[in-house]
């Protein structure tokens, strides 16, 4: 089945006896004890069965779990590890999971950070109490570009597990498993979801082994699960993904090379543009670009926030992924010890006619 075919299918998992068409919404807590039911919906729901059902495909894992968040998601991961471990992750991390391992963490697990997008780095920062590498690209916010199959071949030589946060590509642009990777992590929250009204987070793994079980064990025993009704809509929102993606990638492209050519901008990151330093990584391991970009406005945060402002279609606001285009200064949302550039603006490109983006893009960065 191709990857259109199973986002419609492969979520939906009728076992009523009145044979609705469509998954109808589990919402009971609790399930009449019978050999080989469910139990209790914190270890196991119809629609989050489902919804994992699904995941696991499109990533071509062995299995899936479903959280509420994409925090709780890479948190997960972190808890199932052994006190400890030393992790390798890029330096270009998403803030809050880079916040976990620094703060919750701290004295628990250590952490390297390093700049993924020399496969080197990755080598040398490896310690005997190595235990994992966390890989996410394209990256939030810089779009950075980690070779997958490279650092995964690194990790295996050495006996280390790999996971990587694919929130920004979605399966439909990229597969880490197939590259190499162990653990897939989104937030489902974004693209996933697609509509900015659903909190979730997902890991996906290649194989069912010790690590996995411990992974399971958290999310059933730590309890961060999407309720019936969020696991619902996912499987509702995966079934346009492919389509919504293409656009979302479309867009992305033509808003890239717009602003790239445009006298008011520095520089702009979208793996997409020829001269993008990851753009040959990129187009080995995607499908496709996807629909996140930055760039750096000429001239300070005003500046920035200024061009914010004059914007009718993006809205201000963080997250990503929806149908809407979304926009911010990456940097007052990353908080104080953000090292992301003061005048760096994230897009998140949305749905609208793309004749429409680009004329608020032109009248909001006229001086
Ligand atoms: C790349 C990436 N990973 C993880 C997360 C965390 O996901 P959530 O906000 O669903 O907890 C985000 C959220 O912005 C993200 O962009």
């Known amino acids: 089945?191709?990857?259109?075919?199973?986002?419609?299918?492969?979520?939906?998992?009728v076992t009523d006896n009145t044979k609705p068409a469509v998954q109808p919404i589990t919402t009971s807590t609790t399930f009449i004890h019978q050999e080989g039911s469910m139990i209790y919906s914190r270890a196991d729901n119809p629609n989050r069965s489902a919804l994992e059902h699904v995941l696991a495909k499109l990533e071509h894992g062995a299995d899936a779990a479903a959280f509420s968040s994409g925090n709780a998601a890479g948190m997960?991961?972190?808890?199932?590890?052994?006190?400890?471990?030393?992790?390798?992750?890029?330096?270009?991390?998403?803030?809050?999971l880079r916040a976990q391992l620094v703060q919750i963490f701290h004295g628990i697990l250590t952490v390297s950070f390093v700049d993924m997008t020399n496969s080197?780095?990755?080598?040398?920062?490896?310690?005997?109490?190595?235990?994992?590498?966390?890989?996410?690209?394209?990256s939030n916010p810089l779009l950075?570009?980690?070779?997958?199959k490279k650092i995964s071949s690194i990790a295996k030589h050495k006996g280390l597990m790999v996971a990587c946060d694919n929130t920004f590509a979605t399966?439909?642009?990229?597969?880490?498993?197939?590259?190499?990777?162990?653990?897939?992590?989104?937030?489902?929250?974004?693209?996933?979801?697609?509509?900015?009204?659903?909190?979730?987070?997902?890991?996906?793994t290649k194989e069912e082994n010790e690590f996995w079980d411990k992974v399971r064990f958290v999310q059933k025993t730590g309890g961060a699960v999407p309720s019936p009704f969020?696991?619902?809509?996912?499987?509702?929102?995966?079934?346009?993904?492919?389509?919504?993606?293409?656009?979302?990638?479309?867009?992305?492209?033509?808003?890239?090379?717009?602003?790239?050519?445009?006298?008011?901008?520095?520089?702009?990151?979208?793996?997409g543009l020829k001269t993008h330093t990851?753009?040959?990584?990129?187009?080995?391991?995607m499908t496709g670009f996807g629909g996140m970009l930055s760039f750096i406005v000429k001239g300070n945060a005003e500046r920035a926030d200024e061009v914010i402002s004059?914007?009718?279609?993006?809205?201000?606001?963080?997250?990503?992924?929806?149908?809407?285009?979304?926009?911010?200064?990456?940097?007052?949302?990353?908080?104080?010890?953000?090292?992301?550039?003061?005048?760096?603006?994230?897009?998140?490109?949305?749905?609208?006619h793309m004749d429409d983006l680009l004329e608020d893009m032109r009248q909001a960065l006229r001086r």
């Not at 950075?144 to 997958?148: M, P």
């Not at 990851?278 to 391991?285: E, I, L, T």
């Open 230 to 271: 969020d696991s619902y809509l996912l499987c509702r929102s995966i079934k346009t993904l492919p389509y919504r993606m293409k656009g979302h990638a479309e867009h992305a492209g033509i808003l890239a090379e717009y602003l790239s050519s445009h006298s008011e901008i520095e520089t702009v990151y979208y793996p």
């Open 278 to 285: 990851g753009h040959s990584v990129a187009a080995s391991q």
């Open 120 to 138: 080197e780095n990755v080598a040398n920062a490896i310690r005997p109490e190595t235990k994992l590498v966390w890989i996410e690209s394209p």
């Open 310 to 352: 004059k914007l009718k279609y993006f809205t201000n606001a963080t997250s990503l992924g929806g149908v809407e285009s979304l926009i911010e200064r990456r940097a007052a949302s990353e908080g104080p010890d953000t090292k992301t550039p003061q005048n760096l603006i994230r897009v998140s490109v949305g749905l609208e």
């Open 76 to 96: 997960a991961v972190f808890q199932a590890l052994e006190p400890g471990s030393h992790i390798i992750a890029p330096d270009d991390m998403y803030h809050g």
């Open 171 to 204: 399966p439909v642009f990229q597969n880490p498993l197939l590259l190499g990777a162990d653990i897939v992590m989104h937030s489902s929250t974004k693209y996933l979801g697609g509509h900015s009204d659903i909190l979730g987070g997902a890991l996906i």
């Open 144 to 148: 950075k570009i980690s070779d997958i």
């Open 1 to 13: 089945m191709k990857i259109e075919t199973l986002s419609i299918h492969a979520g939906n998992i």
